[in-house]
């Protein structure tokens, strides 16, 4: 396979990602904060996206093969003959941004055989991976609620959620804040490239500050209260790292089409003009749109939109839902 896809900057699969992550993921300033994950119908629609998306769809080559580098779209010639002599564990991981807003980001992350991303949380977010090509170990938890510390050491008690090798092709995955392995570690096994959006992304100054941590056996640890759990194997005791962690990794250049930014609609409509048409439609706000085919979250939207408009009528625009 060459070098990846031309740019198809209107028909493209990450266009279309693009499209579909706009209309259904609220932007935290113009809806409830933290916002809720999405609906179950909405994530299944971008995980379907996902799951067609091929390597050459975000200008990579399928490195499945080896670890040559040239399919990071990042490095130059030169560069990957010198790569080519390098050990093989000096190879970074690489990040390839491809969009990111206060709503969601879209972003690859390629990592050469045996790199780890250590077991990390995505606090108060929903994220959706799709492997592209090569394989990776993922290893994944929810925390146990209520919380369950040790009686003598600042670690929580998590219940695992995955254990796996996951080798493209295969479906894309999705957590949740509270479960589907809201914290998770890859290790990859190939060479191998992930796909991820993120919703909303990480920010500072909103509390979602990524958290690296390190897990124990069940065993290791007693509970400061009772605690039984059906079988041990299935728990682990997680522990904050709060000294720096080094990661070997860098930016590297997004060379897949580039992603055409939506302009705000201009068709207006009045306020309360029809519930049950709205119910059938999507919603846009003059800020980032929110996708929804429920009353209550209609209501929630409107209730954002008069406070960002201050007023009991607004201009927003709609879609009919396919
Ligand atoms: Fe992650």
């Not at 050469?112 to 492997?131: N, R």
């Not at 003598?152 to 894309?172: G, S």
Request: proline share 10%.
């Amino acid at each position: 396979m060459a070098w990846g896809a031309p740019a198809r900057a209107q028909s493209s699969r990450v266009q279309a990602l693009y499209d579909l992550c706009r209309r259904t993921f609220p932007s935290p300033s113009s809806a409830a904060s933290p916002p809720a994950p999405p609906p179950a119908s909405a994530v299944r629609a971008i995980s379907s996206l996902m799951d067609t998306i091929s390597p050459a769809d975000v200008g990579l080559r399928d490195d499945s093969l080896g670890d040559g580098g040239g399919g990071h779209g990042f490095f130059d010639s030169t560069f990957v003959k010198g790569a080519a002599r390098a050990s093989r564990w000096a190879q970074p991981i690489t990040y390839l941004h491809v969009y990111e807003c206060d709503a969601f980001s879209i972003g690859i992350f390629c990592l050469p055989t045996s790199a780890v991303i250590p077991l990390h949380d995505h606090p108060g977010m929903t994220v959706l991976s799709k492997i592209l090509y090569g394989s990776m170990h993922v290893k994944s938890y929810d925390w146990v609620e209520p919380t369950v510390l040790a009686s003598n050491r600042q670690v929580k008690l998590a219940k695992l959620h995955a254990d796996d090798v996951l080798t493209a092709p295969c479906p894309t995955t999705v957590l949740y804040p509270q479960s589907g392995g809201n914290l998770h570690s890859f290790t990859s096994v190939a060479s191998c490239a992930v796909l991820d959006v993120l919703a909303p992304p990480y920010a500072e100054d909103a509390g979602r500050i990524c958290t690296y941590f390190n897990d124990y056996p069940f065993s290791s640890f007693s509970s400061g209260r009772a605690k039984t759990v059906d079988s041990p194997d299935n728990y682990a005791w997680i522990e904050a790292i709060n000294s720096p962690v080094y990661i070997n990794m860098r930016p590297g250049m997004y060379t897949g089409p580039t992603v055409q930014v939506s302009p705000n609609f201009t068709c207006c409509i009045p306020l309360y003009q029809s519930w049950s048409l709205l119910k059938k439609m999507r919603l846009r706000f003059p800020g980032p749109p929110i996708i929804t085919d429920e009353p209550r979250s209609i209501k929630q939207c409107v209730r954002a939109a008069r406070h960002q408009y201050s007023s009991s009528k607004f201009q927003c625009s709609v879609v009919d839902v396919p």
